[in-house]
């Protein structure tokens, strides 16, 4: 049974950092796909960053230059570290996990986490 167990959200003023985790378990594929999504209230769910086992990084626009996707395959663990933090970036995270290589389209994916919340106030 695969399981993504998400950490590391909290509340930082505007310009501050955060570092979001995401521990995998069960997860039995070579090729695959990670990526951190984002829902804000009364919006819908947004990729942010996805990252496959083949190497290639995506990101949304709006986060370029400002949020790294990385993983540590050893460990089974996704982070995302999010850096220059606007209130904008304020909404609940969520980890997922699919085979094969995806993107950042929310129904790419199968495994979700509960997902860690994010508040960046001004």
């Known amino acids: 049974q695969v399981q993504l167990v998400e950490s590391g959200g909290g509340s930082v003023q505007a310009g501050g950092s955060l570092r979001l985790s995401c521990v995998a378990s069960g997860y039995p594929a070579t090729v695959y796909s990670m990526a951190w999504f984002r829902q804000a209230p009364g919006k819908e769910r947004e990729g942010v960053a996805a990252i496959h086992s083949l190497g290639s990084i995506t990101y949304v626009d709006s986060v370029k230059g400002r949020f790294t996707i990385s993983e540590d395959v050893a460990k089974r663990t996704l982070y995302l570290q999010m850096n220059s933090l606007k209130p904008e970036d304020t909404a609940m995270y969520y980890c997922?996990?699919?085979?094969?290589?995806?993107?950042?389209?929310?129904?790419?994916?199968?495994?979700w986490g509960q997902g860690t919340r994010v508040t960046v106030s001004s």
């Open positions: 997922a996990a699919g085979f094969g290589l995806r993107g950042t389209l929310s129904y790419e994916y199968a495994y």
